[in-house]
């Protein structure tokens, strides 16, 4: 049995914000980032980015 573990960071580094997304299955470990503009983002924005991309 395979055991999928993801996680979803939402950072502040100056001048934008970032979402850092972590997967690990198995042996791997996969790492993407995304730049989320200079304003904090709102949840609708997070949200979509989960469940859509």
């Keep these: 049995m395979s055991i999928v573990q993801s996680s979803l960071t939402i950072v502040f ?3 934008f914000y970032k ?3 972590e997967r ?3 042996s791997i ?3 993407g980032q995304i730049n989320l503009g200079p304003s904090e ?3 609708v924005l997070i949200y979509n980015l989960v469940l859509h991309h």
Excluded: H, Q, T
Aim: hydrophobic share 40%; aromatic share 20%; charged share 35%.
């Design 13 to 15: 580094e100056p001048p």
């Design 19 to 21: 979402a850092i997304f």
């Design 24 to 26: 690990r299955f198995d």
């Design 29 to 31: 470990y996969e790492v």
């Design 41 to 43: 983002p709102k949840l």
